[in-house]
């Protein structure tokens, strides 16, 4: 399997207003994106890749005299990979209100002159697809031959198939839920509280003070991080080891591999990722439920999806977005007869198998890609 090698992320301009689902409108708006791959003559082969939390438009591919820039997905994407970029034309778009280039609040809101801080508009997962929508309006793409995501980018690829129908083929969706339960809405709320309180937040406008909101983006991140991993690996990874030989007897220091690790964890985060971000993308997570609007039959929400074709892939130990939760998905896709193939590996890792080399995981996505693959082709 080949590396992609360098990329150069991409960035277009979009000067007619984007409307929210929130009533609110994103004018002047930037989108930064990479693509990897040829789109062949046809334009029938491009493959739309929606990222999660806290990933971006890099999805593949390593940037030039930049060391551990890797994308995210990387073992994914490229030339004899599963998603075989001598096929496809794959495509990674960073989605408004992130950090990482596209208009989000730490950018210049051109109506007062300063970053946009906590007045940046809340933005939702549809919000986002419809952005993506443009992107590929302004690459002459018409339809996609498939759309693909894990996690938070798996709820973006079934809401492809609920509001842009027409334009996808086929949705991939991995390590994901139709919504929030409870218990996740509480996490997201605990890591939101983290950032709200910290003093350097100054509701959401710290830019102006020069400061950062490290102490809360830290706590955030910590929550976060247990939950993508699963009990299992945890313990296989630090059980109950001591950092030092004897314990500290300390209630403030680090006494446990377990805890260095997580702090090591929030400090690296804390320094790239934004809190304004944070808020934004945790409660576009919770607002997302297709089921909503039909008085929360999921299956009449995806009554209108029968031209599509589905994967969905679940993992055993993934306690964040549990198997039940995909079977949800399957369940009202089979209701209403659409085709659809579901995968439920047995993997150790927890929530971030998705990104991981699980031979059976990616056994599954290379035949799927290969089938796609023939069918453009054919």
């Given at each position: 399997m080949g590396s992609i090698g360098h990329v150069t992320p991409q960035k277009l301009s979009f000067d007619a207003p984007l409307p929210l689902?929130?009533?609110?409108?994103?004018a002047n708006y930037e989108l930064v994106y990479e693509t990897y791959g040829t789109l062949n003559a046809a334009r029938s082969n491009a493959v739309l890749v929606c990222h999660a939390l806290n990933a971006s438009h890099h999805v593949a591919g390593t940037y030039a005299g930049q060391d551990k820039s890797e994308g995210w997905w990387d073992n994914l994407v490229g030339p004899g990979k599963p998603l075989d970029t001598r096929h496809f034309f794959v495509i990674g778009v960073n989605n408004p209100g992130s950090c990482f280039g596209s208009t989000g609040p730490g950018q210049v809101n051109p109506a007062t002159g300063r970053p946009w801080?906590?007045?940046?508009?809340?933005v939702t997962v549809e919000d986002w697809?419809?952005?993506?929508?443009?992107?590929?309006?302004?690459?002459?793409?018409?339809r996609l031959a498939a759309v693909i995501g894990g996690s938070l980018g798996g709820m973006q690829a079934l809401s492809w198939t609920l509001r842009h129908g027409e334009r996808v083929a086929e949705c991939i969706a991995v390590a994901t839920a139709p919504n929030l339960s409870a218990q996740n809405?509480?996490?997201n709320e605990v890591a939101r509280r983290a950032i709200i309180t910290d003093p350097d937040f100054h509701g959401g406008h710290f830019y102006a003070h020069g400061v950062v909101p490290r102490r809360g983006l830290r706590v955030a991140r910590m929550i976060g991080h247990i939950t993508y991993l699963s009990d299992d690996s945890m313990e296989q990874k630090f059980g109950r080891a001591l950092r030092d030989a004897e314990l500290g007897y300390s209630t403030q220091e680090i006494e446990f591999q377990i805890e260095s690790y997580l702090r090591y964890q929030g400090d690296k985060f804390s320094e790239y990722f934004d809190a304004n971000t944070y808020l934004l993308i945790t409660r576009a997570l919770d607002y997302f439920d297709p089921a909503r609007e039909f008085g929360g039959d999921l299956s009449a929400a995806f009554a209108g999806a029968r031209d599509h074709r589905f994967t969905v892939v679940s993992f055993s130990t993934d306690w964040r977005f549990s198997p039940a939760r995909s079977r949800e998905i399957v369940k009202a896709l089979v209701d209403n007869r659409i085709a659809v193939t579901y995968a439920a590996i047995d993997a150790p890792h927890g929530h971030d198998a998705f990104?991981?080399?699980?031979?059976?995981?990616?056994?599954?996505?290379?035949?799927?890609?290969?089938?796609?693959?023939g069918e453009v082709q054919a």
């Open positions: 689902k929130s009533g609110a409108t994103l801080g906590a007045d940046f508009p809340v697809v419809d952005a993506q929508a443009r992107l590929l309006d302004a690459l002459g793409i018409q809405i509480a996490f990104l991981l080399d699980d031979p059976r995981y990616h056994g599954l996505l290379r035949a799927t890609f290969e089938r796609i693959a």
